[in-house]
């Protein structure tokens, strides 16, 4: 299993958020580029990097220092948050990022995810950020109506490969991640899913393993010592 350390950012900032609430934010780590550093040297395979600005407001906020971060990584680079146009997918593509997240475009703009499908597909992933089951958008402020299941049948059909689940309820809490959900994610669909949210010790990684889950971002959980990126076997 890999494990892709978390650099959620705010204005420069490496920080963590509870349950997705803006208000409810914390500081965490060293400055972006030392936290990456660190994280490589301690055995990171990919990192998973979150404009939380953008996420918010709907563009590429942190774009400058995302793409100093890809510059400087020695790994592949995961990035999320305010990617809703086919320019900002080219200039992080160009910048060096080997995966954009996509999560309210996929949901608000078809036509945005389908010319992103047919043009940058081997980088392409959806994020879905569920709470009570239902689908939320921008920086998970807004929740829909939509089924997480219904959602990521049609993210298959459209061709999308890779879903990076996150059960916001249990993001930044880690009470432990929500692996009934996960497991029914699983056995909906074909793709590749990527667990988010609630990893707070080594046996909740084994009980990803467990299920068939090959990749976890985690968070809080790494920067208070509690798992490393190593993880499980």
């Known amino acids: 299993m890999k494990v892709l350390p978390a650099i959620d950012l ?7 958020l509870y349950q997705g609430d803006f208000n ?8 972006p580029e030392t936290q990456l550093a660190t994280f490589i040297a301690d055995g990171a395979e990919i ?5 939380l600005d953008g996420a918010r407001n709907g563009e590429a906020r942190q774009y400058d220092l995302i793409k100093k971060l890809c510059e400087r990584s ?4 995961q990035v999320g948050g305010g990617i809703r146009t086919l320019e900002t997918i080219k200039n992080l593509v160009d910048a060096g990022a ?4 996509l999560g309210t475009a996929a949901l608000e703009d078809e036509a ?9 597909a081997e980088y392409i992933v959806v994020g879905i950020d569920a ?16 089924n997480y299941i219904d959602f990521a049948k049609k993210m298959e059909a459209l061709g999308v490969k890779t879903i990076v689940f996150t059960d916001i309820s249990r993001d930044g809490t880690m009470s432990g991640p929500n692996v009934q959900a996960l497991q029914d994610l699983m056995k909906a669909v074909s793709c590749k899913i990527v667990a988010s949210g609630g990893v707070s010790k080594n046996e909740d990684l084994q ?8 990749e976890v971002i985690v968070g809080k959980a790494i920067y208070e010592g509690k798992v490393t990126v190593m993880g499980v076997s």
Do not use: M, N
């Open 207 to 214: 009980a990803l393993a467990d299920i068939g889950v090959e």
């Open 24 to 31: 409810q934010t914390t500081q965490v780590g060293s400055d």
């Open 10 to 16: 705010i204005d420069g900032k490496c920080v963590r």
């Open 112 to 120: 945005f995810l389908k010319a992103a499908l047919e043009e940058y």
């Open 47 to 51: 990192v998973h990097i979150v404009d």
């Open 74 to 77: 020695t790994v592949p680079i």
């Open 131 to 146: 709470k009570d089951g239902k689908v939320a958008t921008r920086g998970w402020e807004t929740l829909s109506e939509i």
């Open 98 to 101: 080997s995966r954009l997240v």
